[in-house]
């Protein structure tokens, strides 16, 4: 029983976790437009960020600055936040398609800094002795893992309270206007992509503390944990949740975690350890049959509620008359 | 500084640019750039693969053809790899792509594609094995030309079968019925249907052509590297970049865009060290979108 509530623990703070990333996408696509294939490079910065800044010092690579693991997350949200503006900056004056292929491109370099820059990052081996909120409680699994559910809870929360507080705020009202009919909202005199720039921001910031918080309640990361499956399972949360909602996107999360938790735990039931690589690689392309078929099906998302009337073509000519010469 | 590396990134650009025709040709005439381009390479490789297989068991072991490190069946196979792999671009884009198409949101369909080249790419590692096979173990003596380069029959070959692609596509695409129908889709959709033109089978021709280059593209990695489920996917950010630097649009400038890629890779390789390589393409990628982002040969979008 004790066990059951333990894993339960553990379940929904990883679930939460991926709600926390969920909800940063939500900001970028849902309400803003913005699509990124990246994540899971966002999602690395804010872990390396916050384990170089927290970790003890270490001979063998840069740092380890010994910081309190609160200075460690804003440090995260920071240079994730500046990561994400910098891609906007450089491309958000484009078409659609070139921020979707540069936020793949920031995943590539991310991953390939994190195996190679030995002296930053750890290489392929990560980085170790990431402290954890609640260190001393460790001995007694149950207790640990309750409180480190409360503490991403309420992290997620406040992400949650707030993102929706934005939504409803002005500068919310601009994003979905400009999502909605660009040239109505710039003839308003905002600025597209001012705006759009700064919901991408915020949206990395938020995956980056997402990273930092998993980083710490881990305690170890190596750069196989970001890779493009990260990003692809995130986009399935907020495809099922609904694009748009950000209740829809905790939710979504918690259930395609549940069911990716299930089937993996259902795999390793039923095939032999040789098989399961095999096996899992099958969970993959049943979850990308799905995200497709959603696509196809329900476009909006299984929850999601308003129709979404974003038409790129015009999106594109007021793009090219607004930086055209 | 060695010039060898101007034989790899040749090489390297060569299939660069084999598969960045096909990112290009997608991205201007059906509007969507297609994350499952790698994947394309890497199932017409295996089906290349598959279908050697196939020939040796019923023919036995046929001996290469003179210097080269493989015979005729390869030579067949691949031609019946570029003919599964147009099938298979055409199946996708008859389930999937067409019907995301419809529904007029751009974006939608590169996400369909994000989630069809997750599907694919597994399936592949789910049917092979993640593990790396090869098309022929034999190693092959690198000849000696002159400068301090070497080359073997293998890459003489495959730069030659490089060449003659891109002529054969380069007419295709300015002397032809079909090409001019292309361009005027790339350039007008509204204005070319109501001239009359074909849009069905326009969009049938870029299919085929993009997964034909692919499928070659993806066995030449085959015959010279190694063929693994994840080798088309490691070649998108190189093509994407490449598609971008030639203009979108624009074939020569693909294979022009691959060439320089490639060979600022190679010579990456040898200035700074192989593990860097892969961010080469990001960086230029970066310095097109900032300084000139409708790339070489690009023309402004209207």
Same mark, same amino acid.
Not at chain 1, 147 to 170: D, F, G, K, Q
Not at chain 2, 19 to 45: E, K, Q
Not at chain 2, 89 to 107: G, T
């Given at each position: ?15 939460? !976790? ?99 820059? =030995? ?109 493009? !499956? ?45 098989? =399961? ?49 | ?48 693969? /598959? ?16 210097? *080269? ?10 031609? %019946?790899?570029?003919?599964?792999? /147009? +099938?298979?671009?055409?199946? *996708? ?6 019907? *995301? ?14 989630? $069809? ?6 399936? +592949? ?31 003489? $070959?495959?730069? +030659? ?10 007419? %295709? ?25 074909? %849009? ?13 280059? /692919? ?83 690009? %023309?402004?979008?209207?």
């Amino acid at each position: 029983m004790i066990d059951l509530v333990g894993y339960g623990a553990f379940f929904l703070t990883t679930a939460l !976790i991926f709600s926390l990333v969920t909800l940063g996408l939500n900001l970028q696509w849902g309400l803003t437009g913005l699509f990124n294939v990246g994540l899971a490079g966002f999602v690395a910065i804010g872990a390396y960020t916050s384990a170089l800044l927290t970790t003890p010092d270490d001979p063998a690579r840069l740092g380890g600055f010994g910081l309190p693991i609160l200075i460690g997350w804003l440090g995260a949200m920071f240079v994730g936040g500046v990561a994400a503006a910098l891609t906007g900056i450089a491309t958000l004056r484009l078409r659609s398609d070139y921020l979707a292929i540069t936020t793949f491109g920031v995943a590539v370099v991310v991953q390939l800094v994190a195996l190679n820059a =030995q002296k930053l990052t750890g290489g392929p081996f990560g980085i170790g002795f990431i402290p954890r909120p609640f260190g001393d409680l460790a001995e007694t699994p149950l207790l640990f893992n309750l409180s480190n559910l409360a503490i991403v809870s309420a992290v997620t929360l406040c992400a949650y309270l707030a993102l929706e507080h934005l939504t409803r705020s002005p500068w919310g009202r601009v994003l979905k206007a400009l999502r909605e009919d660009e040239r109505a909202a710039i003839s308003l005199g905002k600025s597209a992509r001012f705006y759009r720039v700064q919901a991408f921001a915020v949206g990395g910031a938020i995956m980056a503390l997402a990273g930092a918080l998993q980083a710490h309640f881990i305690g170890f990361i190596a750069p196989d944990n970001y890779l493009s !499956i990260l990003t692809f399972q995130v986009w399935v949360m907020l495809i099922v949740g609904g694009s748009g909602s950000n209740a829809g996107a905790v939710a979504g999360s918690v259930m395609v975690w549940a069911i990716w938790a299930g089937s993996g735990a259902l795999t390793s039931v039923l095939f032999t350890p040789e098989q =399961q690589a095999r096996a899992a690689s099958l969970q993959i392309v049943a979850i990308g049959v799905m995200l497709c078929v959603i696509l196809l099906v329900r476009p909006n998302g299984l929850f999601g509620e308003r129709p979404r009337r974003m038409r790129f073509g015009k999106r594109v000519k007021a793009t090219a008359g607004e930086s055209g010469p | 500084m060695n010039l060898q590396f101007v034989v790899d990134g040749l090489l390297t650009g060569s299939m660069i640019g084999l598969g960045a025709i096909g990112v290009t040709l997608t991205y201007s005439i059906l509007r969507f750039s297609n994350f499952a381009h790698g994947d394309f390479m890497a199932w017409g490789t295996y089906a290349t693969l /598959a279908v050697v297989g196939a020939i040796a068991t019923m023919f036995g072991k046929v001996a290469p053809i003179a210097p *080269l490190s493989f015979g005729w069946p390869l030579i067949v196979a691949l031609v %019946v790899g570029v003919a599964f792999t /147009a +099938l298979l671009a055409l199946l *996708l884009d008859k389930v999937l792509f067409s019907r *995301l198409r419809k529904q007029e949101q751009a974006i939608i369909v590169v996400m369909g594609s994000f989630g $069809a080249s997750m599907a694919l790419r597994s399936l +592949l590692e789910f049917i092979f094995t993640s593990r790396p096979t090869y098309f022929s173990r034999a190693i092959q003596i690198a000849m000696p030309v002159g400068f301090g380069i070497r080359i073997t029959p293998d890459q003489i $070959a495959l730069l +030659l079968l490089t060449a003659a692609l891109v002529l054969g596509v380069h007419l %295709v695409a300015t002397r032809t019925q079909t090409g001019r129908s292309m361009q005027a889709m790339s350039q007008n959709p509204a204005l070319a249907r109501i001239a009359g033109i074909d %849009v069905a089978s326009v969009v049938r021709v870029t299919w085929v052509i993009g997964a034909a280059l /692919a499928c070659v593209a993806g066995v030449m990695i085959g015959v010279l590297v190694q063929i693994r489920p994840l080798m088309g996917f490691d070649m998108l950010l190189p093509m994407f970049a490449a598609a971008i630097l030639g203009g979108i649009g624009s074939i020569p400038g693909a294979v022009l865009g691959g060439l320089i890629i490639g060979l600022a890779e190679a010579a990456a390789v040898q200035l700074i060290g192989a593990e860097w390589r892969a961010g080469v393409s990001f960086i230029i990628l970066m310095a097109v979108l900032i300084v000139r982002p409708i790339g070489l040969f690009g %023309v402004r979008e209207r």
